[in-house]
């Protein structure tokens, strides 16, 4: 029920959140560069948290095959909105959940979460799953809004308020030394912790994890 919940806030705001501006588009493409890097031609590349699909329409024609998902249908509409104008040939959306992907075990080269993780309900969870979903010393690479690290301000009133109010969605509080203890526990080595952030510290570290 409360997934669904989830699901109905992001079909909601779907639309407005398509037209927001980037907050650092710089350190966006910071990110971009940094997973084409570690990215393969030959790649089988799963993105969980897809939004409205920018992200797999800029990475998606550098490797073998990408499927972007998410667990709202409205987003994954803009997101095929958006290919159908700019097709990639070898990818794909689809309204999906990591746990909803578990019949496509070790099938993937390279598992991508962005502005995702701090948003799902059951992390240790989700990590496991993308944890199976990934073939053998397969990479995870996320970059997470750590709502433990931000100004208390922020997560002991200004976020609990908007969410009171339907302005904000579910948010996960924890740090970025807890992230990298729940990747550690559902079986990744962190190989990469780092700032892409070109405003000051934005408090969203983007991890590069190998499954062990």
Not at 30 to 35: C, E, F, G, P
Not at 167 to 175: H, L, W
Request: proline fraction near 5%; glycine fraction near 8%; hydrophobic fraction near 45%.
């Amino acid at each position: 029920m409360r997934m669904a919940s989830d699901a109905r806030f992001w079909d909601r705001t779907s639309r407005r959140y398509a037209q927001s501006p980037l907050a650092d588009q710089a350190g966006y493409e910071r990110t971009l560069d940094r997973t084409r890097a570690l990215l393969k031609p030959g790649d089988k590349v799963l993105e969980l948290g897809c939004g409205t699909g920018t992200t797999a329409l800029r990475l998606a024609g550098d490797v073998r095959d990408y499927l972007a998902t998410d667990l709202s249908d409205g987003m994954i509409a803009i997101a095929k909105e958006k290919h159908a104008a700019d097709p990639v040939p070898n990818l794909a959306f689809r309204t999906a959940t990591a746990q909803a992907l578990a019949t496509d075990a070790a099938s993937f080269d390279a598992v991508l979460g962005f502005n995702y993780l701090h948003l799902v309900r059951d992390l240790p969870g989700t990590l496991r799953c993308i944890h199976d979903l990934l073939a053998t010393e397969g990479l995870f690479i996320s970059k997470t809004p750590c709502v433990g690290d931000m100004n208390p301000l922020v997560r002991l009133a200004l976020l609990p308020a908007m969410r009171a109010l339907g302005m904000a969605p579910y948010a996960g509080v924890f740090r970025a030394v807890d992230l990298e203890q729940f990747m550690r526990a559902a079986g990744f080595d962190i190989l990469a912790n780092e700032n892409h952030a070109t405003k000051g510290n934005d408090n969203r570290p983007c991890i590069v994890a190998r499954k062990r």
